[in-house]
């Protein structure tokens, strides 16, 4: 079992930057398929970006294409998601999750483990 704790997010102005971390304890994340999702005020939770355990394959939501990054470093057991070009409609918590099925995609249904989320805010 993996534990997964987010941290990084915040206040940005639109068209800035955030790097948010998700950082994995219990089990590496080597071992999962891991995504960023998101959930704005009143909305569903929407599937951000993926990454495949073995790091070759990336998936991106509409709204994140072209604007976020998904990585990951093996040693520090972390997976990133960097965000450029801020959106007002990017406000939104972020979470990351784990998923042991085998294959990667960005259905947060299937998705096994949570972390607790982290605020993101993107003002005017």
């Known amino acids: 079992q993996v534990q997964l704790v987010e941290s990084g997010g915040g206040l940005v102005q639109a068209g800035g930057s955030l790097r948010l971390s998700c950082a994995a304890s219990g089990r590496s994340i080597s071992s999962y398929d891991m995504g960023w999702f998101r959930q704005a005020s009143g909305k569903e939770r929407d599937g951000v970006a993926a990454i495949s355990r073995n790091g070759n394959t990336t998936l991106y939501g509409v709204s994140a294409k072209g604007r976020f990054t998904i990585s990951r470093d093996i040693a520090k057991n972390t997976v990133y998601l960097q965000m450029n070009k801020l959106k007002t409609e990017d406000t939104a918590v972020y979470y990351c999750?784990?998923?042991?099925?085998?294959?990667?995609?960005?259905?947060?249904?299937?998705?096994?483990?949570w972390g607790q989320g982290t605020q993101v805010t993107v003002s005017l």
């Open positions: 999750a784990a998923d042991g099925s085998g294959y990667v995609h960005t259905n947060p249904d299937e998705y096994d483990y």
